[in-house]
């Protein structure tokens, strides 16, 4: 079809190397893996190799990859209509606005599409303001919302610190991070102190100002941080008692990744707003929504909605996603995810009593972190919070031993996740964490004896 889609690994490599940037990376660091096509849990490089993905990419190919359903969708919404600017009504519009309805908790009835999750956050707090009145956003320091001006300044990882002084009104809290909690890490349980801070941090900026509290329903690329119960419940009464809009960012967390469709049913917490992408679609065609409940919609009644996109609404976009949402209905994804994140779980748990290089293991449903420690008594994590590609020592070891046994996963920091495809079966994840088993023999060496 195109001229040159016949290159050699090596010439894959190397032009894209030369022609673009790679993200969150120093280029001259940047090894990518020339990926030619994908199916299943499975994706092939351009030598032939398999992979598992036990990334799901970016934490988003949650019905895995290669699905007909979803291409043939996509192949006939091109054939149909391949754009509509947003002020047409589509049928796809009307059908994925009432399915997401139908789908999501309490009274989350309207939406605004977008292309991905940070501009859903950007737009979220843009509500919040307008809906409110009010300026300030409180937000953790272990999450990530997205790499845009905004988005970047809510996002609490380092990340955000290319972007500084970026938007002004934006407050950090602690998270509920239990194994290295500054409230809790030492108790026997956790003392939900975590959630008083936030209450304390409320008081201090003074409630009346604030527009928002914006929150990872479970933390993503920053820890798989599941919170306790109480903190959401919490954090919903705290939003009540003033006025405060609650927004769950979903983006990652969401469309059955943790054993229920959205995070948030966990707790059966409806918040004011509920951000979505990656799992919407699966990432076979870019989406975002902003989820908001109908008190909030009502107030663009009769005042105007200031935001806008060219792609807002886009058929193609839009087909992938109703199409998306019946493959995980049919096939049952958010029910093998709570299956098979048992199994995960009780995995987890063996390897972190034979492995002394695992300090602590977090997961829920198929949404999981392993993180290593040099010391198990200290918590010395095997690499330095926010380690730069020369600083990751051992951890680089372990991702070259993953993708040499043919393992495709995050590795960060100090710390790698599994987070495979929903449609994995329990054969498939058995033998992919017996290759991350042998090796962690790796890590094992540099424990501090």
Known sequence: MFEGLSLSAEEIVRLSKQHSIFEWSAQGAVAPIPMTRAEGIFFWDANGK????????????????GNKKVINAIKEQADRLVYANPYMATDVRAVLGQKLAQIAPGDLNKAFFTLGGAEANENAIKIARMVTGRNKIIVRYRSYHGGTAGAATLTGDPRRFAAEPGIPGVCRVLDPYQYRCGFCSDKPACT?????HVEEVVDFEGPQNIAAILMETVTGTNGIIVPPDGYLQGLRTLCDKHGIMLILDEVMAGFGRTGKMFATNHWDVVPDMMTIAKGLTSAYMPLGAVLMRDKVAAHFDKNVFYGGLTYNSHPMCLAAAIACIQVMEEEKLVENSA?????????????KAKHPSIGDVRSIGLFSIVELVKDRKTREPMAPFNARHDQMGVMNDLRKAFLDNGIYTFVR??????????????EQLLEGLAIMDKCLEITDAAVKH
């Open 50 to 65: 398999r992979y598992f993905d036990f990334n799901s990419q970016l934490m988003c190919v949650n019905i895995g990859h």
């Open 192 to 196: 939900l102190s975590c959630l008083r």
């Open 339 to 351: 299956k098979l994140g048992k199994v995960l779980a009780t995995e987890l748990q063996k390897l």
């Open 413 to 426: 920091w100090n710390n790698f996740f599994v987070n495979p495809p929903l449609t994995i079966t329990q």
